[in-house]
């Protein structure tokens, strides 16, 4: 079955960095658009960015500039490259997985369990 493991997340003081990464398996991963979405207490997941199977990328407006997504297909896996880090970017970070690209998390029907991002002021 299709599983996808995130892993880079941790607690980072404001302006620092992280990568995330997220590795797939059970799917032909060159296939899908991969995105990255995040979910804060008490809000909504929201998306983050995607990057799809031509390596064509879309970002939230909060995170332009400051957020990279890539993909490597030789190891299965995306990253999510995030700098400058903000306490409002304090969220759980998602990956998934779609077979066209998109920006609604309803589109995106392989999900990992999560990693958490903390970002103190």
């Known amino acids: 079955q299709v599983q996808l493991v995130e892993s880079g997340g941790g607690l980072v003081q404001a302006g620092g960095s992280l990568r995330l990464s997220c590795a797939a398996s059970?799917?032909?991963?060159?296939?899908?658009?991969m995105g990255w979405f995040r979910q804060a207490p008490g809000k909504e997941r929201e998306f983050v960015a995607v990057?799809?199977?031509?390596?064509?990328?879309i970002y939230a407006d909060s995170v332009k500039g400051r957020f990279t997504i890539s993909r490597d297909n030789a190891k299965n896996t995306v990253y999510l490259q995030v700098n400058s880090l903000k306490p409002e970017d304090t969220a759980v970070y998602y990956c998934?997985?779609?077979?066209?690209?998109?920006?609604?998390?309803?589109?995106?029907?392989?999900w990992g369990q999560g990693t958490q991002v903390t970002v103190s002021s």
């Open positions: 998934a997985a779609a077979s066209s690209t998109s920006t609604t998390k309803e589109r995106f029907p392989y």
């Open positions: 059970g799917l032909t991963f060159s296939n899908y658009a």
């Open positions: 990057v799809n199977r031509v390596y064509s990328t």
